[in-house]
């Protein structure tokens, strides 16, 4: 699994995955073995339960402001 290694914490091996809903997880195991043989198994799981008819909704664009016709950054504000 490429890309995809359990990391190492406090001396415990750590598998991390998200589920279905995109939500992370992360268990700790005392061998590097199982820690990778259940993240496999999450992310599986993961991959069975996804329906591809619902995709996520992408992110709305940030508003941006436009300045005043005719005003610079230098100008003062009249107030």
């Not at 699994?1 to 005392?30: E, N, Q």
């Not at 709305?60 to 005719?70: A, D, L, M």
Request: charged letters at 40%; hydrophobic letters at 25%.
């Amino acid at each position: 699994m490429k890309g995809h290694h359990v990391r190492i914490k406090c001396g415990k091996y750590l598998a991390d995955w998200r589920d279905s809903h995109g939500i992370r997880h992360r268990k700790a195991f005392t061998s590097q073995k199982a820690a990778e043989k259940y993240q496999a198994k999450m992310r599986a799981e993961r991959d069975d339960n996804r329906r591809p008819s619902v995709a996520r909704r992408p992110s709305p664009k940030p508003r941006v402001r436009s300045r005043k016709p005719g005003r610079t950054r230098a100008e003062p504000s009249k107030s």
